[in-house]
Nanobody
Framework: HVQLVESGGGSMQAGGSLRLSCTVS??????MGWFRQAPGKEREGVAA????????FYTDSVKGRFTISRDNPKNMVYLQMSSLKPEDTAMYYC????????????????????WGKGTQVTVS
């Protein structure tokens, strides 16, 4: 069983930076992802990273601004967010799955069996 706990959310002015952390307990999973859901909108994949730290995927709207990383020995996953925009405001969720798939399939929710409860990010 895997448990995921997010932290690091908060309120930030546009242009600022935040780093989200996901603490992973239990057995590790090859694919770790970050998703977000804004009020009235569907949940969307933000970024995902495979076992090899060089294999990372991003949704177009965050490319060049967000960086996903993982520290396997520490069982941690991070999302470094910079140049934040008001449209980044959402609840951010950490998720774990067996495989990220490829460039087109990594955002699919069915790939992730375990989810955290989320951390709120508000950008004004």
């Amino acid at each position: 069983h895997v448990q995921l706990v997010e932290s690091g959310g908060g309120s930030m002015q546009a242009g600022g930076s935040l780093r989200l952390s996901c603490t992973v307990s239990g057995s590790t999973r090859n694919c770790m992802g970050w998703f977000r859901q804004a009020p009235g909108k569907e949940r969307e994949g933000v970024a995902a990273i495979g076992t090899g730290t060089e294999l990372a995927f991003y949704t177009d709207s965050v490319k060049g601004r967000f960086t996903i990383s993982r520290d396997n020995p520490k069982n941690m996953v991070y999302l470094q967010m910079s140049s934040l925009k008001p449209e980044d405001t959402a609840m951010y969720y950490c998720a774990a799955g067996v495989s990220c798939g490829g460039r087109s399939s990594w955002p699919a929710s069915y790939r992730y069996s375990f989810w955290g409860k989320g951390t709120q990010v508000t950008v004004s």
